[in-house]
Nanobody, 122 residues
């Protein structure tokens, strides 16, 4: 089971970026998916997650109202749409999958992608 996170890059403050998470050898449809990020010198933190089955969404307070997580079942992909980006959002972003219905903690996820760098800077 391998995940692929993509879509990172350099973006100006106030800009937008969309990250994608897909499975290289399996469909994500039946997994809860979480997005995490790790800034330089800081611990990895949870950003958002989407449940399996009913696709309920959850967000950390730091991104609420700016980020949106969504699942495209036709493409077996989960997206993280990031709007109004701030320099504090600069980090390596990881997607992770779990067979649990809902998981908000890092250690609840069994499968991890390689990470994609998002840099917010003018």
């Amino acid at each position: 089971v391998q995940l692929q996170a993509s879509g990172g890059g350099l973006v100006q403050p106030g800009g937008s970026q969309r990250l994608s998470c897909s499975g290289s050898d399996f469909a994500l449809d039946y997994y809860a998916i979480g997005w995490f990020r790790q800034a330089p010198g800081k611990e990895r933190e949870g950003v958002s997650c989407i449940t399996s089955g009913d696709d309920r969404t959850y967000y950390d307070d730091s991104v609420k109202g700016r980020f949106t997580i969504a699942r495209d079942k036709a493409k077996h992909t989960v997206y993280l749409q990031m709007n109004n980006l701030k320099p504090a959002d600069t980090a390596v972003y990881y997607c992770a999958a779990t067979r649990a219905h809902l998981a908000t903690m890092e250690d609840e996820y069994q499968y991890w992608g390689q990470g994609t760098q998002v840099t917010v800077s003018s």
